[in-house]
């Protein structure tokens, strides 16, 4: 199993930047595909980036492309989701997921295909 908790949400203007942090604990962080998604009050949980195993692969929903970028590092066993230019609709919880069936070039972009989740934390963006 793996414990997941995310971090660095927050308030921030209309194109500001935050960066959200995710740490992860029990095994070991390479074994899992990551990824973000975040739901808005109302709305269905949404994928936003994910990126694969071996880090070599990533894929982004079309709302965020070119604003954020996602990364992780092994050595801190942590997943990074850099926000820029944000806009009020990216106001949402954001959630880190995590993966450990599938090959390691292989990005996961459906929820229900995720093992384990954080708890989430909050992005507001004001406008």
């Known amino acids: 199993q793996v414990q997941l908790v995310e971090s660095g949400g927050g308030l921030v203007q209309a194109g500001g930047s935050l960066r959200l942090s995710c740490a992860a604990s029990?095994?070991?962080?390479?074994?899992?595909?990551m990824g973000w998604f975040r739901q808005a009050p109302g709305q269905e949980r949404e994928f936003v980036v994910g990126?694969?195993?071996?880090?070599?692969?990533?894929y982004y929903a079309d709302s965020v492309k070119g604003r954020f970028t996602i990364s992780r590092d092994s050595a801190k066993n942590t997943l990074y989701l850099q926000m820029n230019s944000l806009k009020p609709e990216d106001t949402a919880v954001y959630y880190c997921a995590a993966n450990s069936g599938v090959h390691s070039n292989v990005v996961v972009t459906l929820s229900r295909l995720y093992d384990y989740w954080g708890q989430g934390t909050q992005v507001t963006v004001s406008s």
């Open positions: 990126i694969s195993k071996s880090g070599g692969r990533t």
């Open positions: 029990g095994r070991t962080f390479s074994l899992y595909a």
